[in-house]
Every structure is written in C-alpha cells, then in structure tokens.
C-alpha cells in the first residue's frame, strides 16, 4: 500500500517534532533546582487586576538570599493609585525547578507560583490568592547565577 504525499509529510514532521522535543526533555530531566538556585536580585513587572477593585501593574526588585528568604521592593499602581511598598517573607523551590513564596509587609499578604527558566535568570510568577489576576516576568538584574 502506498502512503500519499500528505501522510509522508505528515510522518515526517511528527519525526522531526519528536525529535526536537526529545533532547530538551532528557536534558531538562538532568537538572534540577534548590532554594540556591535563587540568589542575587531580580527586577520582575507585575501586570493584572484585582477583582472588584481595578487593574494593577508595578515594577520591583525581588532578592532571594539562597537559603529561602526573599524581599520584594519597588512601586505598584491599584486602581491608579501609586505606591511604595516593602515585603518580606519566604520561598521555597522544589527539585523541577518550580516554587512558591509568601511575602507580607504593610498589611498585605501575597502568596504566589513560579517557575524558574533560562537557568535561574527568569522567573514566571502568578499570584495565587483569591481575587487576584496578576502575573509577573522577572529577570537576573545582573546576570549572574549561584548555586
């Protein structure tokens, strides 16, 4: 039985994708993260809503000390007003390299989500409490990783 021009193409491109998406896997097996691999100062953006309230967007410096305490500073705009904040609290990374942390500071609390890429220089994060809609990108500030 002979196969059609569109099903060889079809198998070929199922090869190709398998194949690409092959090493990454059993490389990214090979790694895995601890609470050191977040250390040094990150710059993160946070854009969102907060339910019932109004949109949100803020730019901070994140700083992880490597042993599971974290700072988080910089400015926030809820609703269009703009503030000035400090939190601290904790994170913890679990071994595939996603995390969570809880931080509180001027009455606020915020728990959130994360998963660490780009070999410890990027951050995704959500916001995980309810009413929010938040998501943050953070970035090395310098580049640098510690382990």
């Given at each position: 039985?002979?196969?059609?021009?569109?099903?060889?193409?079809?198998?070929?491109?199922?090869?190709?994708?398998?194949?690409?998406?092959?090493?990454?896997?059993?490389?990214?097996?090979?790694k895995?993260?601890?609470?050191?691999?977040?250390?040094?100062?990150?710059?993160?953006?946070?854009?969102?809503?907060?339910?019932?309230?109004?949109?949100?967007?803020?730019?901070?410096?994140?700083?992880?000390?490597?042993?599971?305490?974290i700072?988080?500073?910089?400015?926030?705009?809820?609703?269009?007003?703009?503030?000035?904040?400090?939190?601290?609290?904790?994170?913890?990374?679990?071994?595939?390299?996603?995390?969570?942390?809880?931080?509180?500071?001027g009455?606020?609390?915020?728990?959130?989500?994360?998963?660490?890429?780009?070999?410890?220089?990027?951050?995704?994060?959500?916001?995980?409490?309810?009413?929010?809609?938040?998501?943050?990108?953070?970035?090395?500030?310098?580049?640098?990783?510690?382990?």
């Amino acid at each position: 039985m002979k196969l059609s021009i569109t099903a060889k193409a079809m198998t070929i491109i199922a090869v190709f994708v398998l194949a690409l998406t092959a090493t990454p896997a059993a490389n990214a097996a090979d790694k895995s993260c601890t609470d050191a691999t977040l250390k040094g100062a990150y710059s993160d953006q946070d854009t969102g809503t907060i339910v019932g309230v109004g949109p949100f967007a803020g730019v901070n410096v994140d700083s992880f000390d490597g042993k599971g305490k974290i700072t988080i500073s910089g400015w926030s705009s809820l609703n269009g007003s703009v503030s000035y904040g400090v939190l601290t609290g904790s994170y913890k990374v679990n071994a595939d390299c996603t995390g969570t942390y809880t931080v509180t500071g001027g009455g606020t609390t915020v728990d959130a989500f994360f998963v660490i890429s780009d070999d410890g220089n990027e951050l995704r994060i959500v916001i995980t409490d309810p009413g929010t809609v938040i998501n943050c990108v953070a970035h090395k500030q310098f580049g640098e990783r510690h382990d």
